[in-house]
């Protein structure tokens, strides 16, 4: 035990900052995109045919984009899609990823984004016709309608869903280890590797991610008590 | 004045409305009364657009609608402008405190000023005795009380017509009494109100004018008195099935 708490003092200053250099950015700026993607398509598969042939057409072709997107992000799993990402596309000269950052980033943004339009889906389609129609009488247009009453109230609803994909997120970071990225995991392996310290190193990294995820946790908690009181 | 003429709402397997043409006088008090399922809502939803009528002309005011051919999303706004509308069900913004409700559509809307849109609102609140719930939300309302922020939310627009789709019926009698009481008042004030109710008792006292709707056909259109001493047959056996 007294082992394990000098392991401890020693080396959790360095996995700290590599959580605060990779593990929190990852997950932060790969949230913040993820979910943009997630409400974009959301909007896309709960919107209605509008009576412009064109702009119908138009819907469709983007119902079944957004539809196919969501279906592969959530039948693959998230390591191959890094590899595919990371390895394959550059070797197949597509280059559009050079960097494992853009690389990781991308892989996870779009993997939140299909879950999380999954719950943000749900959340919309739980907001009640009566609440539409009253936001239309009052003359409001479409947009209108969603930005100032069907979009917030869908926001609470949807925070235990998307609390859980952060949680999920911040620790499926550790996949960036596989594409070279030294984050939190990758670095915890390298120094195991040296001092042999095998499970104390790996039961220190743990500890660390769950201290990150409870915070995260009660954070939820109070969020959802907060907006609690806006409830039916 | 509001006129609809041959108005006919079509569903795949019923005609809510067949070919109906009445009209609803301003700065008067108009009840739609008929049997469940008869197409009250939907003629009440039709002249505020938000059902589209199949097809049929829709005058409102200075505007003239051909509902055969597609409308605009500018001739809906323009139509909708008129009007305010109270829904059966409980219809606040539960996201809203009761003081956001009423400055959301003017705000957002109209492009009112926020402390204008507050000082109405506050204004309005006063009027109808109702300062105390200004900072509460939807849920920690009764339904009485809801439903009199609904109208009051209505009312900040400043519609030309408020229209209200059995506001009452999903009440106890107390607090029915409650909203029928704020109804009684705006009808004393000349505001221009089309409301469906199945309260026979409010419709005799308040209403200016009577529209009977029976299995989408208007049934009678008229004097309030004259429609509570037909002699009709079908009026007289759904006046017979009313409780007063
Ligand atoms: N979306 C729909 N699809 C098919 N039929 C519908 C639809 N909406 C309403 N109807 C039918 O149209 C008729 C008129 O409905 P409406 O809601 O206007 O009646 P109502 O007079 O308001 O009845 P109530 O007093 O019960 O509120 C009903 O027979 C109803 O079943
Ligand atoms: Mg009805």
Same mark, same amino acid.
């Given at each position: ?41 959301? %909007? ?8 412009? /042939? ?74 009640? /016709? ?5 936001? /239309?009488? %009052? ?35 550790? %996949? ?6 030294? /984050? ?49 | 004045? !509001? ?35 008869? $197409? ?15 097809? $049929? ?75 105390? #719930? ?10 009485? @009380?809801?439903?009199?922020?609904? !109208? ?25 009494? @409650? ?6 008042? #705006? ?6 109100? !089309? ?41 007289? @056996? ?7």
């Amino acid at each position: 035990m007294t082992d394990f708490i000098d392991l401890a003092i020693k080396y959790l200053p360095r996995l700290l900052v590599a959580a605060f250099q990779y593990t929190l950015p990852l997950t932060a700026i790969s949230f913040f995109f993820g979910i943009i993607f997630a409400i974009m398509t959301a %909007l896309i598969r709960v919107a209605k045919a509008p009576q412009n /042939e064109w702009a119908d057409a138009a819907l469709k072709i983007l119902k079944g984009v957004a539809a196919t997107y969501v279906w592969f992000f959530r039948s693959t799993p998230m390591l191959v899609q890094l590899f595919i990402v990371f390895y394959g596309l550059p070797n197949a000269h597509i280059a559009l990823f050079q960097s494992a950052w853009v690389s990781a980033i991308t892989v996870f943004s779009l993997n939140t984004g299909a879950y999380a339009s999954e719950s943000i889906r749900a959340a919309i389609s739980s907001v009640s /016709e009566v609440q539409k129609q009253a936001a /239309e009488s %009052l003359g409001m247009t479409t947009t209108q309608v969603y930005l100032y009453v069907v979009l917030p109230q869908a926001a609470r609803i949807s925070i235990p869903p998307l609390s859980n994909s952060l949680i999920s997120l911040l620790k499926d970071t550790s %996949l960036a280890s596989v594409i070279t990225i030294v /984050e939190m995991f990758y670095l915890s392996q390298q120094i195991a590797a040296t001092n042999y310290k095998v499970l104390s190193m790996y039961i220190l990294v743990a500890m660390v991610y769950a201290l990150f995820t409870s915070i995260l946790s009660i954070g939820q908690h109070y969020l959802e008590k907060y907006t609690s009181r806006f409830a039916q | 004045m !509001i006129k609809v003429e041959n108005l006919s709402k079509k569903y795949p397997d019923k005609n809510a409305l067949d070919d109906i043409s009445v009209t609803f006088p301003a700065e008067e008090t108009t009840a739609i009364v008929g049997p469940s399922g008869s $197409g009250k809502s939907t003629l009440l939803h039709s002249l505020n657009l938000l059902e589209r009528p199949t097809s $049929g002309r829709l005058i409102v005011d200075e505007l003239d609608l051909n509902l055969d051919k597609t409308l605009t999303k500018a001739q809906v706004l323009d139509v909708r402008k008129h009007f305010g509308m109270v829904f059966q069900e409980k219809a606040l913004f539960t996201h809203l405190t009761v003081l956001k409700n009423l400055t959301e559509g003017p705000t957002k809307v109209k492009k009112i000023s926020q402390d204008q849109a507050l000082e109405k609102a506050h204004a309005l609140l006063k009027q109808f005795n109702m300062e105390e #719930l200004a900072n509460r939300y939807p849920y920690q309302l009764s339904g009485g @009380q809801q439903q009199r922020v609904a !109208i009051l939310r209505a009312l900040a627009m400043e519609p030309q017509y408020l229209l209200l789709d059995e506001p009452t019926s999903a009440l106890d009698p107390e607090l029915e009494a @409650q909203v029928l009481r704020v109804l009684r008042e #705006l009808a004393q004030k000349e505001t221009s109100m !089309i409301i469906v109710t199945h309260n026979m008792a409010f419709a005799q006292q308040v209403a200016d004018k009577i529209v009977f709707i029976d299995n989408g056909h208007v049934g009678y259109d008229g004097k309030t008195e004259d429609f509570f001493h037909s002699t009709d047959p079908r009026i007289k @056996q759904f006046l017979g099935a009313m409780t007063f």
